[in-house]
């Protein structure tokens, strides 16, 4: 199993409406960025990824699972972009800051912390489990 994180606005899609959305899930529509698609596409069935708030929040909240490998993205025509489904988890107990996250120098090297715009970012085996540890899991 590989872990991601996926970043939305929450006045755009947030937490609580990835929640709402059940077993079925939601595309991880609207990414426009080749780095954060080709990411997508590496992702299998299973996968969990943490599901981040960023804008004022700049907060991990809640954990998704990978439900439907890379397909078109409905929001366009264009064939170059392709999107995963996924399904909310579990929130985390605690959300966890990026101020906290950058704080840790455990966590220095997590692509988070170097390069905050991306939208969809592979995350590592022992950050998933920091990070985890952080929001009370």
């Not at 996968?47 to 993205?73: M, N, Q, T, W």
Request: with cysteine; hydrophobic share 40%; glycine share 6%.
């Amino acid at each position: 199993m590989a872990y991601w994180l996926f970043k939305s606005e929450p006045n755009t899609w947030g937490w609580d409406q990835q929640v709402a959305k059940g077993d079925v899930g939601e595309e991880w529509d609207g990414v426009r960025n080749y780095q954060a698609r080709n990411f997508m596409r590496q992702m299998q069935i299973g996968d969990r990824g943490f599901f981040y708030h960023s804008l004022k929040e700049k907060s991990v909240v809640g954990i998704v699972e990978v439900c439907a490998l890379c397909h078109p993205d409905s929001t366009t025509d264009d064939s170059r972009w392709e999107c995963v489904d996924i399904k909310a988890v579990e929130s985390l107990p605690e959300p966890v800051p990026l101020a906290e996250i950058k704080a840790e120098p455990r966590l220095a090297d997590m692509v988070l912390v170097r390069n905050s715009r991306l939208s969809v970012q592979p995350v590592t085996n022992a950050e998933w489990r920091l990070v985890c540890e952080m929001g009370g899991l």
